[in-house]
């Protein structure tokens, strides 16, 4: 079963790549229907999803997110480590550029028309690329995770919780 699994963080620092986590949100294939946990109940989710042999987890920039996992629980060092040995880590975003390297069309292509369009590969422009919509980047709480820190998710505004969670469901789709 593929099941996207996704990070919100403080923002990144120089000297630190590897933010706090505050929360994380999954979307499994047989539900669509994405879940939010703050970073005070996520060790044993996580958990279960990278010993899981029979989850798949998807995402875009994936080690990102597993390195801000491993630095928040430790413990899952060799778990995540397994489940990378094992195949059961996809980075979308990777296979795109593997995809596009096999065309010959890394970073972009000439259309019909001769003129050259650019590709990028975050999870807003894949998921607009695929024909799939855009996704809502810009004026939401995307930037502003590290305010929540402290917070458990009942006591999250709505527009960080919507925000995180259709991450979760993009990355599946």
Same mark, same amino acid.
């Given at each position: 079963m593929y099941v996207s699994t996704d990070s919100e963080t403080e923002l990144i620092a120089a000297g630190r790549l590897d933010p706090d986590l505050v929360c994380i949100t999954v979307c499994d294939q047989e539900t669509l229907e994405p879940e939010l946990y703050d970073?005070?109940?996520?060790e044993e989710v996580l958990a279960?999803?990278?010993?899981?042999?029979?989850?798949?987890?998807?995402?875009?920039?994936?080690?990102?997110?597993?390195?801000?996992f491993i630095r928040r629980y430790p413990a899952l060092l060799k778990p995540i480590f397994a489940a990378y040995r094992a195949g059961r880590i996809l980075d979308v975003g990777l296979a795109q550029r593997l995809i596009d390297i096999a065309n010959g069309e890394l970073d972009g292509t000439y259309n019909h028309m001769g003129v050259y369009v650019?590709?990028?590969?975050? *999870?807003? =422009? +894949?998921?607009?690329?695929?024909? *799939?919509? =855009? +996704?809502?980047?810009?004026?939401?709480?995307?930037?502003r995770f590290g305010e929540l820190k402290h917070l458990r998710k009942a006591d999250y505004p709505e527009e960080a919780t919507r925000y995180a969670l259709d991450d979760a469901s993009a990355g599946l789709r």
């Amino acid at each position: 079963m593929y099941v996207s699994t996704d990070s919100e963080t403080e923002l990144i620092a120089a000297g630190r790549l590897d933010p706090d986590l505050v929360c994380i949100t999954v979307c499994d294939q047989e539900t669509l229907e994405p879940e939010l946990y703050d970073h005070f109940e996520a060790e044993e989710v996580l958990a279960e999803l990278f010993t899981n042999e029979d989850i798949i987890q998807v995402g875009v920039n994936f080690a990102f997110d597993a390195a801000v996992f491993i630095r928040r629980y430790p413990a899952l060092l060799k778990p995540i480590f397994a489940a990378y040995r094992a195949g059961r880590i996809l980075d979308v975003g990777l296979a795109q550029r593997l995809i596009d390297i096999a065309n010959g069309e890394l970073d972009g292509t000439y259309n019909h028309m001769g003129v050259y369009v650019k590709y990028y590969y975050s *999870l807003a =422009a +894949l998921h607009e690329r695929w024909g *799939l919509g =855009a +996704l809502q980047k810009t004026d939401t709480f995307r930037l502003r995770f590290g305010e929540l820190k402290h917070l458990r998710k009942a006591d999250y505004p709505e527009e960080a919780t919507r925000y995180a969670l259709d991450d979760a469901s993009a990355g599946l789709r």
